[in-house]
């Protein structure tokens, strides 16, 4: 998504468009999950001057798994994100606004600049550490590993967990994803 930011008009303008997976490159960040069809993208532009203001709205569907069920379940999302774009030789910086909210600065010396990657960012950094198919997803059963949210087992009613190959097996799990 190629924006020249220089012939960009004064004041706001809104440009609405749909990325496809491969307009992202994205296939390299998807371990711990699958981008669904497409990205809605609104982009609305205020410029004033030689500085230009980005807010980024996307919507796309994640194919995730439940850290505590291993089911693969799909969530929409709706992610918003300001970056701030200003004329000038200086390097990528991050600062805080007065909201507290995170703004994004970059300058710009050419005169394109490609918006695709940050809408990829914004999709790869809105995947939890340790996704859940619901708040209350009962999980598996350390012992023989039924599916909490489906069926019963007779190790439901336990206190104290035994050690078992899989329990450690989901300890070890949890450990990675903290
Ligand atoms: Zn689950
Ligand atoms: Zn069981």
């Not at 371990?31 to 004033?48: P, Q, T």
Request: net charge neutral.
């Amino acid at each position: 998504m190629r924006i020249n930011l220089k012939e960009l008009p004064q004041g706001k303008k809104v440009i609405h468009t749909i990325l496809k997976k491969e307009d992202l490159n994205i296939a390299d960040y998807e371990k711990e999950f699958v981008l669904l069809g497409d990205v809605d993208v609104e982009a609305m532009f205020i410029k004033s001057k030689s500085t230009v203001n980005i807010k980024i709205t996307a919507k796309y569907t994640l194919r995730l798994q439940c850290s505590r069920c291993l089911t693969w379940f799909d969530r929409e999302y709706r992610e918003q994100e300001s970056f701030v774009f200003k004329e000038g030789k200086e390097k990528i910086q991050k600062e805080k606004s007065l909201s507290d909210e995170d703004i994004y600065t970059y300058f710009y010396m050419t005169e394109e600049v490609d918006l695709s990657p940050l809408i990829r960012d914004m999709i790869v950094l809105s995947v939890p550490m340790k996704p859940l198919c619901k708040e209350d997803c009962k999980g598996l059963c350390p012992v023989c590993g039924a599916n909490w949210n489906e069926e019963t087992c007779e190790h439901m009613g336990m206190t104290t967990k035994p050690t078992t190959k899989l329990s450690k097996l989901l300890e070890f799990k949890d450990k990675l994803y903290k």
